[in-house]
């Protein structure tokens, strides 16, 4: 092999010596093909941005977030349980600590516990083991009523809402969206309430919305853990915000009211006019003030949710759904049967919630057009566009 590499190379000097004596020392490279045309390539960046097919989500969401909420939380049980509580208390004798402490901490376990449940209790719809095609196939459900008005003229407006539209490859096709639809990702029929979700790459039953706070999907089986996430830490910001509030004189004994600020607070620590204890305390007033406000207002509508019986894809889109359960019946599809003792202790394998399967929904129907008389003349198996 020694050999033949260096009678390689002197076969290569002799070539470049016979080149420079007849005056050919450059070599012209070989022609490449044609390039694209950059209208093309900016068609086809375009194509992919509006299908919204996300390959990677940033890393502040996926650990910044959960990072931030359980330093918020822990952070802020530590300094309300083990300095502000006692000092706020100081007067009322150690029962009343006691009692402080042990409420602040009851809390906390609620919502790390449901926080976990949340994170760990998977939704996902895997009926069997089929191969799932690859990461380049773009998937797209969107309702038809978002689309541009050009192409659905020839559907009634109300009814557009009763359509999605799945795209795979190329190609966009129409289906009801109460019935089985493919999924091109995951290479199998979903039932109705499923969708894909592109971030944990997968399809989920009764999908609620992906949560960049556990990093996880809200679906079936975990979305009574995540209405007691969201309950758990309203109740614990709101209670700790009315102590904020009585503790805010004290805070500012040896700062300024500018230094409220978080802005103007971070700026005065640097140049080390305030010290670290103090910016901390200021970051969590401001990091429970911001998860106060979302979880009460994920609380407010996952209640209406759960009274109506319907889904988040239902609610956002506000579709008309039939559902002859009673409140109770769509309580206990969310918590179980014992759905009471679920409220304060999460014990989902003790109490599952297997009322619904997630793929027949017994008492809920949503009238959905017929694609043969809304479309007719066109290919229908679904509905290519």
């Not at 999460?346 to 479309?375: M, Q, R």
Request: glycine residues 6%.
């Amino acid at each position: 092999m020694f050999g033949m590499s260096v009678s390689s190379g002197l076969a290569a000097m002799t070539t470049g010596a016979e080149l420079r004596e007849r005056g050919l020392d450059t070599v012209q490279p070989t022609p490449s093909p044609p390039s694209e045309k950059l209208m093309d390539k900016w068609r086809a960046h375009y194509q992919k941005r509006k299908t919204y097919q996300p390959s990677f989500h940033p890393y502040m969401l996926r650990y910044g977030l959960p990072f931030w909420f359980l330093s918020a939380m822990c952070g802020g049980y530590i300094i309300g349980a083990f300095y502000v509580s006692p000092f706020l208390y100081s007067e009322y004798g150690p029962s009343v600590n006691l009692f402080n402490f042990c409420l602040q901490t009851f809390m906390l376990v609620q919502i790390l516990i449901n926080w976990f449940f949340v994170k760990t209790v998977t939704s996902f719809y895997r009926p069997s083991d089929v191969e799932c095609a690859g990461n380049d196939v773009t998937v797209l459900e969107t309702p038809v009523h978002l689309g541009p008005a050009n192409k659905w003229a020839k559907l009634d407006k109300e009814k557009r809402k009763y359509l999605v539209i799945v795209q795979i490859g190329n190609r966009q096709e129409l289906f009801p969206y109460w019935g089985p639809r493919p999924c091109p990702r995951c290479n199998r029929p979903r039932p109705p309430r499923a969708h894909h979700c592109p971030i944990c790459n997968g399809c989920i039953l009764k999908r609620d919305h992906h949560c960049y706070f556990t990093g996880s999907c809200v679906g079936l089986r975990n979305q009574r853990h995540f209405i007691m996430l969201a309950a758990w830490s309203f109740v614990t910001l709101l209670y700790s915000f009315i102590h904020v509030l009585i503790y805010i004189p004290y805070l500012v004994e040896d700062i300024s009211y500018w230094d409220l600020n978080i802005v103007v607070a971070l700026i005065r620590f640097i140049f080390r006019y305030i010290s670290l204890y103090k910016l901390i305390e200021i970051s969590l007033i401001y990091s429970m003030m911001i998860i106060g406000f979302l979880a009460g207002g994920f609380l407010n509508e996952q209640v209406r949710i759960v009274r109506k019986g319907i889904s988040q894809y239902e609610y956002a889109f506000d579709l008309k759904v039939i559902n002859r359960n009673s409140t109770s019946r769509n309580i206990q599809s969310v918590f179980g049967d014992y759905w009471a003792i679920n409220l304060l202790f999460p014990a989902h394998w003790l109490f599952p919630n297997d009322i619904d399967d997630g793929v027949s929904w017994p008492g809920v129907k949503v009238d959905t057009p017929d694609l043969t008389d809304l479309c007719a003349g066109e290919e229908s198996s679904g509905t290519v566009i």
